[in-house]
Each structure stands twice: as C-alpha cells, then as structure tokens.
C-alpha cells in the first residue's frame, strides 16, 4: 500500500482500489492511504459481504463495485444453464449451488 501511496503522490495514478479484501486488510490499507472502491462478488447468493466489508467500506466511505451480481448467469438465465454449460466451465462445479433443488 506504501508503494501505491507513492504512485499518487507522484502523479502516477489517481486513485487505489483493492479486490476481493477483507474487512482488516480494507481498514489497513485505508489507515495507509485513503481507498477509494472496493471490487468483490455480491448476489443474492454471495451475501457474507454484508456481514463485514460493506459495514466497514461504509464507515470510511468507499465505494464497492460488485462482480457477479446476476449470481454468475444463473439468475438471468435460470436453473436450466446449468445444462447448457461446457463440462470445463468452472460454474458446472460450483459448491455454492445445489442445483438439483433449483427445479
């Protein structure tokens, strides 16, 4: 975070934004130098973002870019995507779905 801090005072870049972080390393890094958005996956599904990093990006006011917020496809093409996936696409074996129950 030292070297991105450097990076702004230089001019080199504008601003400083973090991926996938915890709520921790969120409020390290922003006691460093001031974060200004955050880029995690949240969905209906993916909602333990909401436990501890959307608390702590809105106490020090930085924005969030979520990923993935139609649930990775599932939500806008429903259940039967599943079906129509290559064997090698990564959401054929997700964990976070049990797709047997989605019928």
């Known amino acids: 975070m030292g070297e991105l801090k450097k990076l702004v005072e ?14 921790s390393t ?5 006691a460093v130098h001031p974060v200004t958005a955050v880029q995690l996956e949240w969905s209906l599904w993916t909602r333990d973002v909401e436990e501890d990093i959307v608390p702590a990006c809105r106490e020090l006011g930085i924005g969030i870019v979520s990923y993935s917020p139609l649930g990775r496809g599932f ?12 064997n090698d696409d990564f959401r ?12």
């Open 10 to 23: 230089e001019g080199k870049i504008k601003y400083i934004g973090l991926s996938e972080a915890s709520a």
């Open 26 to 30: 969120i409020k390290r890094a922003h």
């Open 75 to 86: 939500f806008a093409s429903g259940p039967k995507l599943v079906e129509n996936l290559d």
């Open 92 to 103: 054929k074996a997700t964990t976070t779905i049990c797709f047997e129950r989605l019928d």
